[in-house]
């Protein structure tokens, strides 16, 4: 356990004892579900520390722990977890003071799931039992004290499969009742009501498979009432203590994995990473004996992917796939947008936000409309950090794939003293640095390639070898890009724990990817092979887009985050177009818009948005240091640490396997 020094008084009155144990006193003690006490993702602000500029978080403990993707619940002196183990899904107990473990329990073999990577779902306490999800649709409700098995059973039937990533609903408890999507046909056709005591089935309700969103409970105009954001037939839903419907709003979103955020009267809050939907706010009013509901309003750019928003005074907080954003609740209006947290999760307490960037960086954010204001960050863990984190007593609870650790974020005990953060400014207003009005596409191109390099010197460079680190599926590893004039190329990285490669040689496009060829192989088949062979495009686009084929035309005007840009329209010979974003005095990349496909998500196109930043010059080019790759809900990130301009290597260092032999 790594702390800060104590405070002599602290020390005296408390005792290290009494630092480490739970603390009555505060409201909020506990964390019992997915989300907390509300399933609004907030827990209490008593006795936090309002900033860590003199005094940052102490670190209370850090343990080892599987992979899985569980949130961590806090009841009593106990959190309770899922995590994977040789090849097992475990429902553990560990002590809340200490982190060691108190009892673990197999929920079975983890499955084949995408990634295959462990459980999804938190763990519920309700009544001391702690009811738990595997991956594989295992659902047991456990004795909380030493874990012995009250309950279990199976969601689905022998012949059927859990969802493709795994099932990953977390029970909802209200009153003798629980209830999840189980999709099982019979019994429960979408969505069931179980006995909590029992596991008996009470009712089931609506029809289709089971998605990966968690329903929460409401009271909503006199009624209480469960709602449920459903993948099948992409609506919200609402049901009745009985499982009768109530109202329904149909939605536009298929990647629908966060629960539905409760505005109380009357309004709803929903998200989904597709590109087309992104957010929806939905008022419920009464009509006579039932409900009607309305379209408050909709905004593409707040996708949530996997981590829902909070509300916190009229403002909703939330990930924007890889952006940080703040929208007025009432009209959906964007107050503010921060890059560079990556996929990122939160939780609020009071006008404070605790925000986990999926690399392990913890922020204290103020929770304002006003401007993005950090408070301090610390470096919390190393690893694909995706789940959110939890807030009881005072102190937060983290885990990554590798660790769970605890901090005291209390004015109490002390910590180490950390640099002053500076406030980030809010983007600036549209219009606020003017776009030059009276501007042809001759001269934005001509000041484009000048400000990164100019063509002269870009047309006597040969190679170009770059290497530093590459982000992907929010893991980390070393990258080689490879570029030689005649548009060939390599880029090799690490990814799902194994090699990744995009390359063009001699011969044409070829690559490996650890899911789906794993060895070397060529690609042959559009638009696979047109993607690789437009990476593979050596220098500026804008330099040499004629001598290619392709037609420019100037767009105008645009924005990104709220910065003016001017907008270039790039049609490649194939009729794909691109939209180059750039900035209005320096002429370099603020975002290129472009289509791609992955293929780890759907085989069919989808947006990608490249941000560039941290341009730096070398031997006389400016080249992006920095380049985030934001596609369907992917994001991929390269940060360039070496570069090496007219590099010495061979066209064999890019090739790939022969092609495989013409058919007679």
């Not at 020390?11 to 506990?30: M, Q, T, V």
């Not at 012995?148 to 209200?174: I, N, Q, T």
């Not at 190393?382 to 959110?388: C, K, V």
């Not at 640099?419 to 809010?426: D, F, L, R, Y």
């Amino acid at each position: 356990m790594r702390t800060g020094p104590l405070r002599p008084l602290a020390l005296a009155l408390l005792g290290l004892g009494l630092l480490l144990a739970p603390r009555p006193g505060l409201a909020g003690d506990d964390w019992p579900q997915f989300r907390g006490p509300g399933r609004d993702g907030r827990g209490a602000a008593e006795g936090l520390l309002p900033a860590w500029v003199e005094t940052r978080p102490r670190e209370l403990w850090r343990r080892p722990i599987g992979g899985g993707y569980s949130g961590i619940t806090v009841v009593g002196d106990r959190l309770y977890t899922l995590a994977l183990e040789g090849g097992e899904e475990v429902a553990l107990a560990l002590d809340r003071a200490t982190g060691e473990r108190l009892w673990s329990v197999s929920l079975g073999a983890s499955g084949e799931a995408f990634p295959a990577d462990g459980p999804r779902a938190s763990p519920t306490v309700a009544g001391g039992t702690v009811y738990v999800v595997s991956s594989q649709s295992v659902l047991a409700a456990l004795e909380a004290g030493d874990g012995a098995v009250r309950w279990k059973r199976s969601l689905l039937g022998d012949e059927e499969r859990p969802p493709r990533f795994g099932y990953s609903v977390s029970p909802l408890v209200d009153g003798d009742l629980l209830l999840l999507e189980t999709g099982k046909p019979g019994e429960a056709p979408g969505v069931v009501a179980l006995d909590r005591a029992t596991g008996e089935v009470r009712w089931g309700a609506l029809e289709g498979p089971p998605g990966y969103s968690s329903p929460i409970a409401v009271e909503l105009h006199g009624v209480r009432q469960y709602v449920f954001f459903r993948r099948v037939n992409s609506e919200l839903v609402s049901l009745s203590t009985a499982g009768e419907v109530l109202w329904r709003q149909p939605t536009a979103g298929l990647a629908i994995i966060v629960s539905p955020l409760f505005l109380p009267p009357d309004r709803f809050f929903v998200a989904s990473s597709d590109d087309g939907f992104g957010g929806l706010m939905v008022r419920v009013l009464r009509d006579g004996e039932g409900f009607r509901t309305e379209e408050v309003w909709s905004e593409r750019l707040m996708r949530n992917h996997f981590n829902t928003s909070v509300v916190v005074d009229g403002h909703l907080y939330g990930f924007d796939n890889a952006t940080f954003r703040c929208l007025d609740a009432a009209t959906g209006e964007r107050r503010w947008a921060q890059r560079g947290l990556g996929k990122g999760s939160l939780v609020a307490a009071g006008d404070l936000l605790f925000v986990l960037a999926d690399d392990g960086t913890l922020a204290l954010v103020r929770a304002t409309p006003e401007a993005y204001v950090e408070l301090g960050r610390i470096a919390a863990m190393r690893g694909r950090a995706w789940t959110a984190p939890s807030l009881a007593d005072g102190r937060l609870y983290l885990r990554d794939f590798d660790e769970i650790v605890a901090y005291d974020v209390c004015g109490v005990g002390g910590g180490e003293a950390v640099p002053a953060v500076t406030a980030a400014a809010p983007a600036p207003p549209a219009g606020e640095r003017a776009v030059p009005s009276q501007i042809d596409l001759e001269e934005v191109i001509a000041r484009h390639v000048a400000a990164r390099g100019g063509a002269e010197r870009w047309r006597r460079v040969t190679s170009l070898a770059m290497s530093g680190s590459y982000a992907a599926f929010s893991e980390v590893s070393p990258f080689e890009l490879l570029r030689r004039r005649g548009d060939l190329y390599r880029l090799s990285f690490e990814m799902l724990g194994g090699p990744a490669i995009r390359a063009r040689d001699e011969r044409g496009a070829w690559g490996r990817h650890p899911l789906l060829f794993p060895e070397p192989q060529r690609v042959e088949e559009d638009p696979y092979k047109r993607q690789f062979e437009r990476e593979a495009w050596f220098g500026p686009a804008l330099l040499d887009y004629r001598e290619r084929g392709a037609t420019a035309a100037l767009a105008g005007a645009g924005e990104i985050e709220g910065r003016p840009t001017v907008d270039v329209e790039l049609t490649l010979p194939d009729g794909a177009t691109e939209i180059w974003h750039l900035d209005p005095e320096s002429f370099l990349e603020v975002a290129v818009d472009s289509t791609v496909m992955d293929f780890t998500q759907l085989p069919e196109p989808m947006r990608q948005r490249a941000f560039y930043d941290d341009f730096r010059e070398a031997d006389g080019l400016v080249l992006p240091h920095r380049v985030d790759l934001e596609f369907g809900a992917r994001l991929e990130s390269m940060v360039v640490e070496r570069v090496e301009v007219d590099a010495e290597f061979e066209p064999a260092d890019l090739r790939g396997p022969e092609p495989a032999p013409a058919e007679e």
